[in-house]
């Protein structure tokens, strides 16, 4: 099947600091990427769709100047958090849709932690 | 109400038993995930459905699409099957990159 990975698959940073998570599909080109966040014992939650070459669109509620999302390429989406604080300590997950296709593939996974 | 439901949410087997996991759904759609959380995090998909049924390995998907309900069975069951089983659902017309609904997963443990 096909294959997303994450990097970093985890990280610890200081409240303030910015953090960059990368979301590559590796073996297809992904017209749309997900991202997504999920807190202890609850599901998945949508936090931006996004299409390469254009803005992200974001869920309601979700911070688009908190939460930039950059789909530069077919193969690659970043999500970066700025301006970290202790409460966006979670578990961010991202996943990739194949062109003209609906499956979904998703990453590992990355393990953020705000002290 | 939410819009997928799955059942149980917490399920223990023994080593060896046939497993069933079920998931209704209450609005139309395109598609099923039925997706397998490990405790690390990471999350697999095991299937996409749209119709009928599909197999791999030790695992089976059913789909029926007039009573909006699937089921995931899992044969000789082992406590590598230990996980979260998630079920989600692709809403309304068939387009790339539409967005997932999940169900709030159910937890399988597996006793050897």
């Known amino acids: 099947g096909a294959v997303v990975s994450q990097h970093p698959s985890w990280v610890i940073c200081k409240s303030g600091t910015s953090v960059k998570i990368e979301c590559r599909s590796l073996d297809f080109q992904a017209t749309t990427m997900f991202w997504y966040r999920q807190f202890p014992k609850q599901s998945l939650m949508l936090m931006a769709t996004s299409n390469e070459g254009s803005k992200a669109t974001y869920e309601q509620g979700v911070e688009k100047d908190k939460f930039l999302i950059n789909h530069a390429s077919l193969t690659l989406s970043t999500l970066t958090v700025t301006s970290a604080h202790p409460e966006d300590s979670s578990f961010y997950i991202c996943?990739?849709?194949?062109?003209?296709?609906?499956?979904?593939?998703f990453g590992p996974g990355t393990r953020l932690t705000v002290l | 109400k939410n819009e997928v439901e799955q059942s149980p949410q917490n399920l223990t087997a023994q080593e060896g038993e046939f497993i069933t996991i079920n998931c209704s759904y209450s609005v139309g759609i395109s598609a099923l995930h039925w997706l397998q959380q490990h405790p690390g995090g990471g999350i697999v998909s095991l299937f996409m459905?749209?119709?009928g049924k599909k197999k791999h390995g030790r695992l089976i998907a059913t789909i029926n699409i007039q009573e909006k309900h699937s089921s995931l069975h899992i044969t000789a069951s082992h406590p590598r099957d230990s996980a979260v089983y998630i079920c989600a659902v692709l809403l309304g017309i068939r387009t790339s990159g539409s967005r997932l609904t999940f169900g709030e997963g159910t937890q399988l443990t597996v006793n050897p």
């Open positions: 996943s990739a849709s194949l062109a003209e296709h609906n499956e979904q593939f």
């Open positions: 459905l749209s119709s």
